[in-house]
Structures are given as structure tokens and as C-alpha cells.
């Protein structure tokens, strides 16, 4: 990759992404809320969809947590109880776990979504685009995995975290990406990819997913029945 590319993509490129995802997202919203939501299609066909979703849905949830934790955590919160090398490790074997539990999910989906007649000819061209694109992003994520275990000392992982905490504090360093394999950087720019489409898709839902956290915490509603033409006890 040239060095002007490397610097589009690793200092320019991220904050066009998060831009579109979060104003997209918002804007989406506010004028077009009878399309968030996330079309099922399980009345069509339940088998499949209940084992893939269920699947893809842990495998997923996982690798979004374990990636927010691992690239945004500084290395001298978690140096007192484990070594970079040692979170490398666990890394690559819960992240290599859950990929492949998300893999076969989505996978799952993915051949409902094109081998079904009923439920393609119901599907939006863009249900099938993401579903693709996410595909192929976990099998990018899946190959970075012998390169991880390659770099046991954890250096790449450092880089990586690096790279992303400048970019969360608007201090870019493109250079820090020079020297990174190639599957990670495909994996990095196909990931910031995904929120940049995120508002145009039906992953839009996820916001929603999160909203329900406050669902927990809201106060009891107070629902008092009104009786037409029913007198009262007695009278």
C-alpha cells in the first residue's frame, strides 16, 4: 500500500465513517422510522433462522465487546494482571472461537437468505450486500488469526490498540500502519467500511438492541382501567 493510501486510510478515512454512521444513523431516524427495523423474515421460515441468528447474534455480540475492550483499553490498565504476549493469547482463542461460532451462523443466514425462493424474493438487494460483506469480514478476521499467533510477544496487538486509541483522541498516526500485515489492514478498513453503510442498512437495528438497556432501569408504568357503563362496587 502507497504511503498516500496507507495515510487516507488510517487518518482520514475513520472519521469519514464515524461521521456517516453516527449522523446517518441520526438522520435515518428522524425521517425514516418505519424503516429501522430489522425484517424478519421468521414466519417464513423458522428452522434455519433460529439456529443461524441465535449463533451469529454470541458470536457477534462478542467480537464487538472484545474489540471495543482490546483496541480502546491503554496497555497500563490491564499490565498489572496480564502481559501483552498473554492477551494476545487469549485473543486469539476466545476471538477465534466466537468468529467461528459467528461464522457458522452467519453462514446459516446467509443460505437461507439465497438458497430459499420465498425468503429471497421478500429480501432487499441490501439484506443480502451486508450479509455478504460481514461474511467476508469475519473470514478476513479468521485469517488474521495464524498472523496473531505468529506475533505471540503481542507487538502487532499494540500497534493496532495504538492506532485506534489515537484515532478515538483525534491524534492520527497513519505511520503507526506501515508495517502491519496485510490481512489486518484489509480486516481495519473493511470494518470501518461496515459503519459506514451501517445507517443505509438494516443494521440500524442495533441501536435499538442497545436502547433496551434502559428497558431494565425504567420505572414501573401505572396503568389504571376506566370501565364505561360499569357502576361502581357498592354503589
Known amino acids: 500500500m502507497s504511503a498516500s493510501l496507507n495515510q487516507f486510510f488510517f487518518a482520514v478515512y475513520p472519521y469519514i465513517c464515524l461521521a456517516v454512521f453516527f449522523m446517518g444513523s441520526l438522520a435515518r431516524f428522524d425521517r425514516d422510522q418505519y424503516t429501522w427495523k430489522s425484517d424478519s423474515s421468521q414466519l417464513l421460515r423458522a428452522g434455519q433462522l433460529r439456529w443461524g441468528s441465535n449463533l451469529f447474534h454470541i458470536g457477534i455480540l462478542f467480537l464487538l465487546f472484545g474489540h471495543t475492550v482490546g483496541l480502546l483499553t491503554p496497555h497500563w490498565v490491564y499490565a498489572p494482571f496480564i502481559s501483552a504476549g498473554q492477551k494476545q493469547l487469549v485473543a486469539v482463542f476466545s476471538g477465534g472461537t466466537a468468529g467461528l461460532i459467528c461464522f457458522i451462523g452467519l453462514s446459516l443466514l446467509l443460505h437461507r437468505r439465497i438458497f430459499d ?3 429471497r424474493l421478500t429480501s ?3 439484506d443480502l450486500a451486508i450479509l455478504v460483506i460481514l461474511w467476508v469480514q469475519l473470514c478476513l ?7 496473531s499467533w505468529h ?4 507487538g502487532t ?3 493496532l490498540a495504538e492506532w ?3 484515532i478515538a483522541t483525534f491524534r492520527p498516526d497513519a505511520a503507526l500502519m506501515t508495517g502491519i500485515d496485510w490481512p489486518f489492514k484489509v480486516h481495519m478498513v473493511l470494518g470501518m467500511t461496515i459503519f ?4 443505509f442498512s438494516r ?3 442495533v441501536w435499538s438492541g442497545l436502547a433496551t438497556v434502559g428497558y431494565a432501569f425504567r420505572p414501573y408504568q401505572l396503568v389504571r382501567s376506566r370501565r364505561l357503563n360499569v357502576p361502581r362496587r357498592g354503589a
Open 141 to 147: 478476521g479468521l485469517v488474521t488469526l495464524p498472523f
Open 157 to 159: 496487538m499494540m500497534v
Open 196 to 199: 459506514l453503510l451501517f445507517p
Open 124 to 126: 432487499h438487494r441490501t
Open 151 to 154: 506475533h505471540r510477544d503481542g
Open 203 to 205: 443494521l440500524v437495528h
Open 164 to 166: 485506534a486509541q489515537n
Open 117 to 119: 425462493p420465498r425468503i
